[in-house]
């Protein structure tokens, strides 16, 4: 059974013409046979989203199917009528979509065989919570394809050229008449005679065994700069695979995963942690100090702080990445600390203690025993 047309192209029923439009471009440019050659997965899910296009771009077409579903476009249903959603003439998707994309598909054999810029690389790099708060000097290594030293990248014995390719005559390109569900269609496809690289190797570099490049441990060194998070990405421009027919290196990406610290936590620029106090200093206040990323600081507890207060010291958080002269703000959330292990006498001083003290002493136990009282009377 056909999917629905709007399904197909990841639009509702009710999208504009310049959203179909938007949608259609996308999907098909997923699809296009020219990124999956031999793909037939991809090639039937890029007929689907032709054929969804044809109907949903057509007013009158679109109409008919809002209002029948697929019947009222079958060109052998009720609301065929002629001129149904395929049409037996030969089209050339190459031109279709280098109107679309500015010449990025089909049949431009010489922007095929033209400077083709290297595939991008991305490589993972765990930090330490300071180094990406402080930032810091990473050197790593990388495994990467490079062109071959040998063959300087042309895949040919050195004292050898490659020679033009006999099937495609140097385009890499090759049209293929092809019986679809849209009838006789001319696809362009990859020269298979040289994989559409537009010339043949007749003898190969023994060193990479005529592919002009080799897998190669690369050694570099990165400034990663202050605040980085979870997720960011750092460019290395030119570190990338190397391009074809002469094209620029791509480049490499670095993302980040920042690793936990036992003090402190992150959230964004603003830095966070958990300070322990005892009873004594709870309820009759006094000076402490508190960890921030930069070191400790003095802080006076006010008298009958309460367990999970917190505090805000401004700018001692993390360094914005963006502009490193601002910084977050740095909380501080109060634990109470219960004792343990007290010994006999320990305990009867808390319990002389304790009896010395009123409601008025314990305000918040007051209020809520009185809610309890209110809500059983």
């Known amino acids: 059974m056909a999917r629905d047309y709007y399904e197909v192209l990841g639009v509702t029923k009710g999208a504009s013409d310049d959203e179909i439009k938007k949608a259609f471009r996308q999907q098909a440019k997923k699809y296009h046979p020219d990124l999956?050659?031999?793909?037939?997965?991809?090639?039937?899910?890029?007929?689907?989203v032709n054929e969804a296009y044809s109907i949903l771009s057509d007013p009158d077409k679109k109409a008919k199917y809002d209002r029948f579903g697929h019947a009222g476009v079958d060109p052998n249903g009720f609301g065929g009528g002629g001129g149904g959603a395929y049409s037996s003439d030969y089209v050339d998707f190459g031109d279709i979509f280098s109107s679309f994309f500015g010449g990025g598909f089909g049949g431009s054999s010489r922007r095929r065989t033209g400077p083709q810029k290297g595939a991008d690389l991305k490589y993972h790099m765990a930090l330490e919570f300071m180094e990406a708060a402080f930032g810091c000097n990473k050197s790593f290594q990388i495994t990467k394809e490079d062109i071959c030293k040998s063959c300087n990248g042309s895949g040919a014995q050195p004292g050898t050229t490659p020679e033009t390719c006999p099937t495609c005559r140097g385009a890499g390109r090759v049209q293929q008449q092809t019986q679809t569900l849209f009838?006789?269609?001319?696809?362009t496809k990859s020269c298979p005679t040289c994989n559409g690289r537009g010339t043949?190797?007749?003898?190969?570099?023994?060193q990479c065994k005529g592919?002009?490049?080799l897998k190669?441990?690369?050694?570099?060194?990165?400034?990663?700069?202050?605040?980085?998070d979870t997720g960011d990405m750092l460019p290395v421009r030119g570190e990338g695979e190397p391009g074809t027919n002469g094209g620029p290196y791509g480049d490499l990406y670095i993302e980040f995963k920042v690793k936990k610290h036992d003090v402190f936590e992150r959230n964004g620029i603003n830095t966070s942690c958990s300070v322990?106090?005892?009873f004594a200093q709870a309820a009759l206040g006094g000076e402490i100090e508190v960890p921030t990323i930069y070191g400790k600081e003095k802080y006076t507890l006010k008298e009958g702080t309460q367990p999970g207060d917190t505090i805000t010291l401004r700018s001692v958080g993390i360094p914005n990445k963006n502009n490193p002269k601002m910084k977050g703000d740095h909380v501080v959330k109060f634990v109470l600390e219960v004792p343990t292990g007290l010994s006999r006498e320990q305990k009867?001083?808390?319990k002389q203690f304790n009896d010395t003290l009123t409601d008025r002493n314990y305000a918040k136990r007051s209020q809520f025993i009185q809610k309890i009282k209110n809500l059983f009377k």
């Open 36 to 48: 999956h050659p031999g793909d037939k997965e991809a090639e039937a899910k890029f007929k689907e």
């Open 211 to 213: 592919r002009g490049r």
């Open 200 to 206: 043949v190797i007749k003898t190969p570099c023994t």
């Open 348 to 350: 009867q001083l808390i």
């Open 183 to 187: 009838g006789m269609t001319m696809v």
């Open 276 to 278: 322990p106090i005892t």
């Open 216 to 228: 190669t441990i690369k050694n570099l060194s990165v400034v990663i700069p202050a605040g980085v």
